[in-house]
């Protein structure tokens, strides 16, 4: 239910409606707009329609959301989540471009492409320490070693940092070292995982899953919220369908539609999704016209030699090119780079 309150509601009305909430144990969940405060009230349907809500000082009426995404979806949130990382922001006018390597392989070669990646006019660095690898015997990440390079790549370059979460036991750990954590396709819908990274208030990059539906990316993102932590991005990073020349397909249309079911920021990942160096410049730019809030590009200093995902990743040179190269796209959707 969202309990939508009048433009003058004073506190003290806002903590009684939360009172009588909470007294019948459902969940609260506040969304401070610009023009207007929303309650969303989650909590047993029954329950909630019961409560003579509609009657309280400061509220100005009461509806249900139909949808089964509650705090991901528009109704609870009109506008657009903006949410800020260190100096940065994802969701806002600026496109959110988030780079480095796949896995974090060792300290120079991180803090080597990280300096690279920040002249060529990255936010963010990414990489790796807890790889989800399809094979057992290949290169796992180096742990919370990886970490540790990642924290002082961000030092060394002012970046705020993306790493891979995999297992709840490495919450503590992962978020000590992490400004976003990121939750691979593997684990879209590791509840228990997502649960856990709703108790915390670090960013959560939420990638979608290998056969996912938008549906269940969409209530995959509440699980999250569910728990408090709202402030979730959406990654779409291709699907597996019968195709087989890409990686994945990489599906922009995910993009526009998220964005209108969603309040929250979607950034698009043509690394993963095309698989193809070759092809990524092309997918960045038309995920920018699709309406992304931003971009998860793969950067290795000698792709050839990466232990992991090196025939998708751009060598730093043709990184700084695609900076370039989205500017005059990223101008024509509003926004800047
Ligand atoms: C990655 O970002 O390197 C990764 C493993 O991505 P995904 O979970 O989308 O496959
Ligand atoms: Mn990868």
Known sequence: MIIVLKPNATPKQIENI???????????HLSKGRERTIIGAI???????????????????????????????REFRK??????????KIGGKKLAVIAGPCAVEGRKKLLTVAEEVKKAGAGFIRGGAFKPRTSPYSFQGLGEEGLKYLAE?????????????????????VVKY????????????????????????????????????????????????????????????????????????????????LKKESHLPVIVDPSHGVGIREFIPQMAMAAIAAGADGL???????????????EQSLEPKAFARLM????????????SS
């Open 79 to 88: 506008e657009n989540t903006i949410i800020k990382v260190g100096r940065e």
């Open 43 to 73: 909590g047993e349907e029954s329950v909630v329609s019961e409560l003579p809500l509609a009657a309280m000082p400061g509220v100005e009426k009461v509806m249900p959301i139909l949808k089964p995404y509650k705090l991901v979806s």
């Open 178 to 257: 992490a400004d976003v954590i990121q939750i691979g396709a593997r684990n879209m819908q590791n509840f228990r995982l997502l649960k856990e990274v709703g108790l915390t208030r670090t960013p959560v990059l939420l990638k979608r899953g290998l056969s996912a539906t938008i549906k269940e990316f969409l209530m995959s993102a509440e699980y999250i919220m569910s728990q408090g932590n709202h402030q979730v991005i959406f990654c779409e990073r291709g699907i597996r369908t019968f195709e087989t020349y890409t990686r994945n397909t990489l599906d922009l249309c995910a993009v526009p539609i």
């Open 153 to 173: 790549a961000r030092e060394k370059t002012g970046l705020p940092v993306v790493t891979e979460l995999m297992d709840p036991r490495d919450t503590e750990m």
């Open 296 to 310: 998860i590009i793969e950067v290795h200093s000698r792709p050839e030699e990466a232990l992991s995902d090196g």
């Open 18 to 28: 939360k009172k009588k909430l909470i007294e019948h144990g459902v969940s609260v």
């Open 324 to 335: 370039k190269d989205i500017k005059g796209i990223a101008r024509l959707m509003g926004r």
